[in-house]
């Protein structure tokens, strides 16, 4: 029989979709993944804007819309007529006329996806990263990313290492893993600390405080984009205390995480990445699958049980 996702609509914040949303979109993409589930019909257009630079986030919705058969029309910053002076209320509105069904947004704003969603009439906007502010789908990934390993976050302690001030991914993952029972640790430079930390969290003093202390670490790039000058006083220096080096990862028995794009030699060792206990990899496929979740639920496609499809 098919089942129907019901279509929530616009997916902006974790705070937002709330825990019952966030724990159906990563059964689903268990569900996609372990091919037990198989959507019925295709979409119509999803659109890609992304105002900021990306490459997994991207490409992932990309193959992800792909594998579930729509239409992608990309848009990047440069070579739109966002360089001929228009703005963005009109760059949305211009795409839902077009016909886009859902809007993949990306954007340095950190209220963008917010702007968007007040403007659009039809089309669902899913947030891929707006500014200092959420990143809702690499949680989600994340998340699943976590489950997989430890099968419930429950009293799990995870611990971001880092740029914290300036990463939508630890707003994000912070309120998603806590949703989830986790235990949160932060471990991060006095000036790259939000001065509106929650306060459940464990102060860690350095990443190799981090990795004895947590079950997993997620590791995060220094946004140098977002950030004013001299706030790190030297890449070497920062390396000292902040890097998750491969003798602490193999010293200790804690797994790793990063969103990517990984600074190899600054926030951690180059092989840290392919180590045993990295989850990087398991992050980017994972990231598929949790889109193809976020667009069939987004859209309201109809899935079925694979042995209900007739060929
Ligand atoms: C993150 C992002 O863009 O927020 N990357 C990603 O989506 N894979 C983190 C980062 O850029 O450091």
New binding site residues.
Partial sequence: MDTIITMPGHLITIEQAGIERCTAIIEWARRFRNRDAVPSQPPGTVALAFF?P????RMSFEVAAAMLGARTVGFTTSGSSIEKGESFEDTIATIEALGAEAIVL?HSASDAAERAAAIATRAIIIN??DGMHQ?PT?ALLDAMTLLDTFGTLEKRRIAFIGDVLH???FRSGYTLFRMLGAEIGVCAPPLLRSGHLPLDMVELSDARAALKWADAVVV??L?RERMQSGLVPSLADYRQRWAVRIADVEENSCYVLH???VNAGVELDAAVVDHARSLIRRQVTNGVFVRVAVLVEALGIPVVQPSSVVT
């Fill in positions: 900021e990306s490459t997994r986030t990306r891929a990263g990143h690499q990463s939508r991914v995060l790039r946004q969103p990517g794009p």
